[in-house]
């Protein structure tokens, strides 16, 4: 189909992005499975409810624009979970997986934040506040679920994965350790600010 304008490309990404929400519920649901600790288990498990919530945000703003539902063969999600099946299937040990599931699950996060912030910022170039709402609940959802996977990848997992634990042995001698995981997850935070709003940025700078 020939996207002859914005409104054609916004159309065009929410359709993949539908697709993608959806193919990440499936996703989801095993790497809960696969995960071994149980604050990474549980962190998927939220994700995942959360992850129907936005497929319904999304029905949502397929309305706002009078348009039915409909999903569009996401070929970089299908891509993304492949890749991390792979790095789970040759993980050696438990630690090893959990870190990969994390990478795995972060890749995901990072593309959904750059989708969110284009479609948000578009569906207010088309006069849709609504739906432009609706987009920045998900994008400001999809930059906490990514902090979270960072707190818990340098609070503990990827420590545990590797012979360079360095973060782990600092955060066992100093303090109570609770004080440096909020650090890292803080950090991620900002991190994360800032991608989404180069995201938002440059989609507001796109010649269209
Ligand atoms: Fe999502």
Redesign the pocket.
Known sequence: MKLNSLHDLFVHELRDIYDA?RQ?VKALRKMAKAASADDLRNAFEEHLA??EG?INRLESVFEEFDLKPKGRTCEAMKGMVEEGKTVMDSAADEATGDAGLIAAAQKVEHY?IASYGCLATWARQLGNDNAARLLRE?LA??KNADAKLNALAEGRINAEAGPTAEPAKEMRTQGDGRSEHNGHHRAGEEENKRAGEMTEARSDMAPI
Request: no cysteine; hydrophobic share 10%; glycine share 0%.
């Open positions: 929400e990440l959360q992850t936005q959904e998900t959802e999809e």
